[in-house]
């Protein structure tokens, strides 16, 4: 039961409820029916046994009635021997259903001389004959029918007897006595008898007929068997002796109730054949005998039984049509539950998409309408879930977007201390490229730069810790370990300047112009972690090694990747080296940067050949230098000749300061040494001492705006400036 | 000579003095009443066939009151009968030539049964009380009770039924603690509602049933004597060891002769015969009648005047337990 479904559950319990319901139903029935025909057949076999009763006490009292006034006669006068025969004679003949009568005296009484005197008259073969009993062999003082009533000096009925003649005539006498007064004292002088021929009882009692077996039955007082339907039984058992062969203390009880006139309705296993019966009993008057009506139960609750039955039979068919029904409701009503249990677990396996019929009762379709709308619910929200880990991801990569999704512990504060490798980038000149710029097109120009670096970074795994206008700084090594970080650091520097010639090509189509990008990779140790508040918290890296990078970048010149010296360490045997930079950077000791120009191993990049070689000009260029100090125009503005000339880079001479990797913007001047529009942005990588106080100084230009190009195009082409 | 010797070696072995029984000769055997389970040890007996075993041909004539064994003995018209140790004591005195071969009844069976409910509970509450009393040898034992116990009473003569102490016109009636104490159970008094006086438990031992014959039938064939009474001792024995069948062979005769019993009150009688006969603890050998014994129960019927003098022991009884030994010594 514990692990059984709903149908059986419900199958079971209410079938076993309408079982017990039905039974305790049908057992009220029964017993209420059983109490019914109960009453109505004590009162039929009471009725029975006395109509009986009463016909049998009619014609025991009508033969009373004889012995009755013949003793009162007796004590009347004295009768003559003759006097007396003639009388019994008569009343004989007159009373048919009287086999003898006789007037038995006391010894001595009716004649002095003789001991014995008793008349008696009978039914002989086909006339009335009259003997004289009394004689040795027959001393009727000391026979039942004489000596009972005189002792007891009442009138009493024999107990049945086969009639001495022989055959299997049973009789009983009623004995009557009657008295004489002697010396003042009442006396017995004799008895009046008359016997009666008990087969005709015997019919009579045969004649009750109660169900198909039920039968009638008489006991004497001994409680013999007087009548029955079994002969076996007649003058041999009595219900005693049934009693003792059966073991039975309760019959033998009953019996005893019974020759005490007693009267009561009892069962009883009949006397025969044993079978569960109920007996009726009601004592007979004067005789102290007891007729018994006795009829088998089976026969009494036949009708009760047999409806029973039908009841039952009714009630198991009724039982299976409501167990089927049960079941088909219960599959009906399970039968969405286990779709809705599949649905659920499919749910649980991540596919929202499944729905489950809405249809059925009221509250299967308001379950199934719950679980489509959660399935919808959640599918949304599944949207959004993704709809933020993609916006999300533009700036943190899926790593650690998972890690903060995935675990409670990843969106906790604080943080570890952990080897990375940092990437810094930013496009040269950027600034001033678009301060003349409409805020659509230094949009469209910096998210279509920055998509793609992102892209790129992405790619190899980096997470982005802050995105600054043009400026991106990014880390490899946390929190996705990473044991390549170094490697894989500056690998994706190179592809992210293999990608700017893309976004050049891009840009050039719309008329835009190019961008130089510098990008610095340094590996240090940091500390990594959720940086912020609760309200605002980002994965981020802080350390003195993150500024050390942010310096760095600074010496990177447009297309150019820089690595510190740690990189180098891990990375060395892997990359090819372009040149070796000396810097001194504040607030850090000395240290050698490398330009990287390629890397083997798995990455396999290598950077476009630039075309850095410096022609001679033959024509007169000159330019004026602004220096630039914190994006802020300082000092005065230099005029310098070109010298040298290549795309990207320049050799100038001129008078005045200018330092090793200053930032400085260009302005081409034409031959009235006035400015051409156009800004070109540089960084200053040599300067060295020319002639006189003529210094000489490198710049390589970080962003050259389209029309510069063109007049620098010229110039190397060797055409006339325009 | 030679016949001579192998005739004499011949008697030797068969017992010279005991004359060869007659094989295929009826022998008339009556019971002293109807048959009932007091004589289920000679109706065993023929059924099992142990007569037939040992040469008998036996016919059971039908007892009862209307054929008195003793007369029926006397006349001839059986040869071997059985009746109470009193009655055949009464009758030898009176000159009937019967003799005693086997004793079967050790002790008395007679009883006086009274109602509690009348009070009667020690022999001394019979004081003054009516009893029924059957007649003749059957009233020895409860007179010498009575005068054991000086008691006075008013006799009832009691009839053949127990109807009269049923309904209350005694208060003590004889009955046979076989039959007419069952028969007053059996009429729904129940033992507890009952008072019984046991004769014999008052030393009045009376052995009853015995099997008898006349002196000369004995005398004609010992043999036949021993071999009947043998029989009828295995009998019995064969009834107390097997009572079921016992009960058969006894209501196939009670039905036969139309006794008006049942076979639970002839079970109660087998049983209480099994106890009359083998009492239990008694030594007294199966079927063996003592001499003491038997003084005692003739001097109580000298005392009460039934005989006038007591006949001889040694010419009443022969044992025939064993092969005729003791009747050849005579």
């Not at chain 1, 009548?227 to 033998?252: C, N, W």
């Not at chain 1, 998972?402 to 969106?411: A, I, N, W």
Request: with cysteine; net charge neutral.
């Amino acid at each position: 039961m514990k692990n059984s479904g709903l149908a059986t559950r419900l199958t079971f319990f209410i079938l076993a409820s309408t079982a017990v319901i039905f039974v305790l139903a049908l057992a009220y029935n029964y017993y209420f029916s059983r109490s019914t025909i109960m009453a109505e057949v004590t009162t039929d076999a009471r009725n029975l046994a006395l109509a009986t009763g009463n016909k049998i006490e009619t014609l025991l009292q009508g033969v009373e009635k004889i012995p009755r006034s013949l003793a009162a006669i007796m004590e009347e006068r004295p009768y003559s021997r003759k006097e007396l025969v003639r009388l019994i004679k008569r009343l004989l003949v007159n009373n048919p259903e009287i086999y003898g009568i006789s007037t038995s005296f006391a010894p001595f009484t009716f004649d002095p001389k003789s001991y014995y005197f008793a008349p008696y008259a009978y039914r002989g073969l086909g006339k009335i004959k009259v003997t004289f009993l009394g004689s040795n062999t027959y001393r009727y003082f000391f026979l039942d029918w004489y000596q009972i009533p005189t002792i007891l000096q009442t009138p009493l009925w024999s107990e049945p007897y086969y009639d001495e003649g022989g055959g299997n005539i049973i009789m009983s006498t009623f004995s009557q006595p009657f008295y004489r007064e002697r010396e003042g004292k009442k006396e017995v002088w004799g008895v009046v008898t008359a016997d009666v021929n008990l087969m005709g009882l015997k019919d009579l009692v045969a004649a009750v007929s109660i169900y198909q077996s039920g039968y009638a039955f008489l006991i004497s007082q001994n409680g013999i068997f007087v009548t029955h339907p079994d002969k076996r039984l007649i003058m041999r058992e009595s219900i005693f002796s049934v009693a003792a062969a059966r073991h039975d203390p309760e019959l033998r009880r009953i019996g005893r109730d019974m020759i005490r006139g007693g009267h009561g309705f009892m069962p009883v296993n009949d006397f025969v054949s044993g079978k569960k019966s109920w007996m009726y009993y009601t004592p007979l008057g004067s005789t102290g005998w007891t007729l018994g009506v006795i009829f088998p139960e089976a026969e009494l609750f036949a009708n009760v039984q047999r409806l029973s039955e039908r009841l039952m039979f009714i009630g198991l068919i009724g039982l299976a049509f409501l167990g089927v029904v049960i079941t088909l409701l219960a599959r009906s009503i399970t039968k969405p539950l286990r779709t809705l249990a599949r649905s659920t677990a499919a749910l649980g396996h991540g596919d929202f998409s499944v729905t489950v019929p809405e249809s059925g009762a009221r509250e299967t379709r308001q379950l199934a309408q719950s679980f489509n709308a959660l399935g919808e619910q959640l599918t949304e929200y599944m949207a959004k879930r993704d709809f933020i880990r993609d916006t999300f991801g533009r700036y943190v990569t899926q790593e650690v977007v998972k890690r903060l999704l995935e675990s409670e512990e990843g969106l906790a504060l604080g943080g570890e201390t952990r080897e990375v490798t940092l990437l810094f980038s930013d496009l040269r000149g950027f600034t001033a490229l678009t301060a003349d710029m409409d805020p659509e097109q230094v949009i469209t120009f910096l998210n279509r730069y920055l998509e793609k670096m992102i892209e790129v970074l992405l790619e190899y795994r980096a997470v982005i810790d802050e995105i600054m206008g043009d400026g991106i700084l990014a880390f490899f090594g946390a929190p996705e370990p990473l044991e390549d970080h170094p490697a894989r650091a500056v690998a994706c520097a190179l592809a992210m300047q293999e990608a700017m010639e893309e976004i050049n090509a891009l840009n050039a189509a719309d008329g835009l112009p190019l961008l130089e990008m510098g990008i610095a990779v340094n590996t240090g140790t940091v500390v990594v972690g959720n940086i912020g508040s609760e309200r605002r918290t980002k994965y981020s890296a802080v350390g003195a090694d993150v500024n050390f990078a942010a310096r760095i970048e600074s010496y990177a010149l447009g297309g150019q990747v820089v690595i510190g010296p740690f990189t180098y360490q891990r990375v060395k045997d892997m990359i090819e080296v372009g040149s070796f930079i000396q810097a001194q950077m504040k607030g850090f000791p000395e240290a050698t940067l490398y330009e990287v120009r390629a890397i083997h191993g798995p990455f396999n990049l290598r950077l476009q050949e630039r075309r850095e070689i410096l022609q001679p000009l033959k024509g007169d260029l000159r330019v004026n230098i602004y220096r630039i100090q914190n994006k802020i125009i300082t000092g005065p503005t230099i005029t310098a000749e070109i010298i040298q000339l290549g795309e990207n880079v320049a050799v100038v001479r001129f008078t005045g300061e200018l330092a090793a990797w200053e930032d400085v913007r260009l302005h081409l001047l034409d031959a009235d040494n006035l400015e051409i529009p156009g800004k070109i942005y540089g960084k200053v990588t040599a300067v060295a001492a020319g002639e006189g106080d003529l210094r000489e100084a490198h710049i390589s230009f970080t962003s050259v705006p389209p029309e510069s190009r063109t007049i620098i195009q010229a110039a190397l082409e060797g055409e006339p400036q325009a | 000579m030679r016949k001579i010797l192998l005739f004499f070696l011949i008697a030797l072995l068969i017992n010279a003095s005991c004359l060869p029984a007659r094989a295929g000769e009826a022998v008339f055997f009556i019971p002293q009443w109807l048959p009932q389970a007091q004589f289920a040890g000679y109706y065993t007996a023929y059924e099992k066939g142990f007569y037939k075993a040992r040469g008998l041909e036996v016919k059971i004539l039908k007892g009862g009151p209307d054929f008195p064994v003793s007369e029926l003995l006397a006349d001839g018209q059986a040869d071997f009968g059985t009746m109470f140790l009193t009655t055949a004591i009464v009758k030898r005195a009176q000159g009937y030539k019967f003799i005693n071969i086997g004793q079967m009844v050790q002790r008395s069976a007679l009883m006086l049964v009274a109602k509690k409910s009348r009070g009667i509970k020690t022999p001394a509450d019979i004081q003054n009380q009516s009893v029924g009393l059957w007649g003749a040898e059957f009233a020895i034992q409860p007179l010498a009770f009575f005068r054991q116990h000086g008691l006075k009473v008013k006799i009832i003569p009691q009839s053949s039924t127990m109807n009269l102490f049923l309904r209350g016109g005694v208060a003590l009636a004889s009955a046979m603690w076989y039959n007419e104490y069952y028969q007053i159970i059996l009429a729904g008094v129940n033992p507890d509602e009952l008072t019984t006086f046991l004769l014999s438990d008052y030393g009045l031992k009376f052995p009853e049933d015995g099997i008898y014959c006349l002196e000369s039938t004995y005398q004609k064939d010992p043999q036949r004597a021993h071999n009947f009474v043998q029989a009828s001792l295995e009998g019995w024995q064969y009834a107390f060891s097997h009572p079921e069948e016992a009960l058969d062979i006894v209501m196939k005769y009670a039905n036969a002769a139309q006794v008006a019993t049942n076979r639970v009150h002839q079970g109660w009688m087998l049983a209480r015969m099994q106890d009359i006969i083998l009492p239990p603890g008694s030594k007294i050998p199966l079927g063996c009648l003592e001499e003491e014994t038997y003084l005692q129960v003739a001097r109580e019927l000298k005392k009460n005047g039934l005989i006038h003098m007591v006949p001889d022991f040694s010419r009443f009884h022969i044992d025939c337990r064993s092969n005729c030994r003791s009747g050849n010594e005579k």
